[in-house]
C-alpha cells in the first residue's frame, strides 16, 4: 500500500511553522518538493522521490560532506522531516552537544555498498555522539583516513583515545527521534547498536524510556555498530514490484 503523505502544500506550511518554533538554522533542504513513495523493505527495496538530509544545522553535520555530494544522505521525505525536527526539539534540550548523521542511501533506494540495508528511504545511520577529555562535545573525527569515522574503534570502555561515547546524548537523540516519528505518523522499527553499550545505555539519563519504547536488534549485527547506529523507521511501503 503506498504511503499516504500529506499535501505538498500544506507540508510547506507545517515545515515553515516548524522553522520559525524553533528557531533553529537549517541547510535549505527541498524536504516538501515531492512526496516519496518506498517499495519493499529496507534489505530490499527502491525509492521514488527521495530528499537529502539538509547539509547541516546549528546543532548537527554529516558525516563527510563527500558523502553528500556523491548522493548517500537521501531518505523518504517523512524520514527527513522527523530527523530534522529531532535535532531542532534536541537545539532546545541540549544546545551544547554536537550531533553528526551518517549514510542513508541514494535517491532512487536500491543497492548501496557496502550496507546491507538502506535500499528504501527508511534507513539512517547516526554516528556516536562523543565528549573530549575536556568533556565538551565534538563531532565524531572523519577523514578518508577513517572511513569518515566508520574504522573507528572504540573498546570495552566506550573509549576511543581521548572520545568517550556521551550515553545521555544518545539516549535523547533516541527520544527525539522517537516523538518526532510520531508526529510524522511514523515509528521506529529498530534500532542496532552495540549490544554491549545497551546496558551503558539504559543506565543513562532518560535511558529508562529508550529502554520501554524503542526496539534495538539484541543479538550482534553482521559489522560492529559501535561508532554510529542504525535507525530503520517504518511506513507503509509498496510491494517491490508493484
Known amino acids: 500500500m503506498a504511503d499516504d503523505g500529506t499535501s505538498s502544500g500544506a507540508c510547506r506550511k507545517r515545515g515553515l511553522a516548524r522553522a520559525l518554533a524553533s528557531?533553529?538554522?537549517?541547510?535549505?533542504?527541498?524536504?516538501?518538493a515531492a512526496q516519496s513513495v518506498c517499495h519493499g523493505t529496507p534489505?530490499?527495496?527502491?525509492?521514488?522521490?527521495?530528499?537529502?538530509?539538509?547539509?547541516?544545522?546549528?546543532?548537527?553535520?554529516?558525516?563527510?560532506?563527500?558523502?553528500?555530494?556523491?548522493?548517500?544522505?537521501?531518505?523518504?521525505?517523512?524520514?527527513?522531516?522527523?530527523?530534522?525536527?529531532?535535532?531542532?526539539a534536541l537545539a532546545a534540550s541540549r544546545p551544547d552537544t554536537v550531533y553528526v548523521y551518517g549514510e542513508t542511501g541514494f535517491a532512487q533506494g536500491g543497492r548501496f555498498e557496502p550496507h546491507r540495508t538502506h535500499r528504501n528511504g527508511l534507513s539512517v545511520d547516526f554516528m556516536v555522539p562523543v565528549a573530549d577529555a575536556r568533556g565538551r562535545?565534538?563531532?565524531?573525527?572523519?577523514?578518508?583516513?577513517?572511513?569518515?569515522?566508520?574504522d573507528i574503534e572504540f573498546?570495552?570502555?566506550?573509549r576511543a583515545g581521548e572520545l568517550r561515547i556521551d550515553f545521555d546524548a544518545v539516549a535523547a537523540h533516541l527520544l527525539a527521534l522517537h516523538a518526532a516519528a510520531e508526529g510524522e505518523g511514523i515509528r521506529i522499527g529498530r534500532v542496532i547498536f552495540e549490544p554491549a553499550y545497551?546496558?551503558?545505555?539504559?543506565?543513562?539519563?532518560?535511558?529508562a524510556l529508550v529502554r520501554r519504547r524503542?526496539?534495538?536488534m539484541q543479538r550482534p549485527a553482521w559489522v560492529r555498530h559501535d561508532e554510529h547506529y542504525h535507525v530503520d523507521f517504518e511506513l507503509p511501503c509498496r510491494p517491490l514490484r508493484d
Open 198 to 207: 545497551l546496558p551503558r545505555l539504559f543506565a543513562a539519563e532518560q535511558g
Open 155 to 158: 573498546d570495552d570502555e566506550a
Open 23 to 32: 528557531g533553529v538554522l537549517v541547510a535549505a533542504m527541498p524536504l516538501c
Open 137 to 150: 562535545s565534538v563531532p565524531l573525527p572523519a577523514s578518508a583516513d577513517n572511513r569518515f569515522g566508520y
Open 214 to 216: 524503542i526496539a534495538f
Open 43 to 88: 534489505a530490499d527495496g527502491r525509492l521514488e522521490a527521495g530528499v537529502r538530509l539538509p547539509l547541516r544545522g546549528d546543532n548537527f553535520v554529516p558525516y563527510s560532506e563527500l558523502g553528500v555530494r556523491l548522493g548517500r544522505t537521501h531518505v523518504h521525505d517523512r524520514v527527513a522531516r522527523a530527523v530534522t525536527a529531532a535535532y531542532a
